[in-house]
């Protein structure tokens, strides 16, 4: 799953993260991608991320994504021990479990040959696994991180033998794909109400194309979160910016926070749709 709000549910992007936030955490994280397009994107997600004894994390999340005709269902879980280098660094290694289940609607793709033999019924993976794994160096106010989300991707092989040339959203594709991520992001106070967080993240991968994510959020009294994102894809070489957009954050009740998301391509999808949200 792609999520501009990553940094709420980061175990997305690395198991190593299990364990690692301050607090346990509970979350429900919601992405509508490309409004107004028929099949758009559309991403739920629920997950829990739980600090255990001995230095150990324990992360678990439930996704169910739609890309066009592939619908995904997907159970991880996450393990991650959390070993102290330095008074103040420590390093996080986690293993990532995956179960899922993928249907690709064949039938529904539209053809200007209905006889089709390789379009006359839909593809049902069974029950796939997967595993993950990374690492994650961090203190107080710096974090780095590489993972690879999904170690196998023999799926995806048997997908472009068998309809490579005839899906018009190579996305199917390349999000089922061996991926690699990197990341950082530091928080550093700008006064004594107002703390500074970028963060970047790097995604790239065997056959796939490289992408980046540049958050730059304010926080306000640990209560307001605001700032702009910004996704690049390396695909063009004339023009690397794929959409912008903002975060905005408000913690309450303490233990409560409400995020919402907005993102605007400026690439050719603007034609079609002006809008992608997450909350």
């Known amino acids: 799953p792609m999520f501009s709000q990553y940094m709420l549910n980061n175990t997305i992007i690395n198991p190593a993260q299990a364990g690692a ?9 919601s992405r509508f991608q490309w409004l107004g397009f028929q099949d758009a994107p559309r991403t739920q997600s629920a ?11 324990l992360a678990a999340g439930v996704y169910f994504d739609k890309l066009g005709p592939e619908i995904n269902h997907q ?22 479990t995956i179960f899922s289940m993928v249907r690709i609607g064949l039938t529904d793709i539209p053809n200007t040959d209905p006889g089709d033999p ?3 019924e839909d593809m049902k993976s069974g029950l796939l696994l997967n595993l ?19 170690l196998f991707h023999e799926f995806a092989e048997i997908l472009v033998s068998q309809i490579g040339n005839h899906s018009d959203d190579q996305q199917i ?13 530091i928080n550093t106070n700008l006064t004594h109400e107002i703390s500074f967080q970028p963060s970047l993240l790097f995604r790239t991968g065997l056959g796939i194309a490289s992408q980046a994510d540049i958050n730059a959020v304010f926080n306000y009294n640990e209560i307001l979160d605001f700032g702009p994102v910004f996704r690049t894809n390396f695909i063009s070489k004339n023009k ?5 957009g903002f975060i905005i954050g408000l913690r309450f009740l303490q233990a ?15 034609i079609i749709s002006i809008q992608s949200h997450e909350v």
């Open 75 to 96: 159970f991880q879980a996450d393990l991650a021990y959390h070993a102290r280098l330095s008074e103040s660094w420590r390093l996080s290694v986690g293993l990532r």
């Open 21 to 29: 936030n301050q607090q346990n955490q509970f979350g429900i994280l």
């Open 240 to 244: 690397y910016l794929e959409s912008v």
């Open 173 to 185: 594709l390349e999000k089922m794909r061996r991926q690699f991520v990197f990341y950082g992001g």
């Open 132 to 150: 993950g794994a990374g690492l994650l160096a961090y203190n107080e106010n710096i974090f780095i991180g590489a993972s690879m989300p999904r």
């Open 118 to 120: 390789l379009l006359q």
């Open 256 to 270: 409560l926070y409400f995020g919402y998301a907005y993102e605007y391509p400026v690439n050719h999808i603007n």
């Open 47 to 57: 997950y829990a991320n739980l600090i255990l004894p001995k230095n150990l994390g």
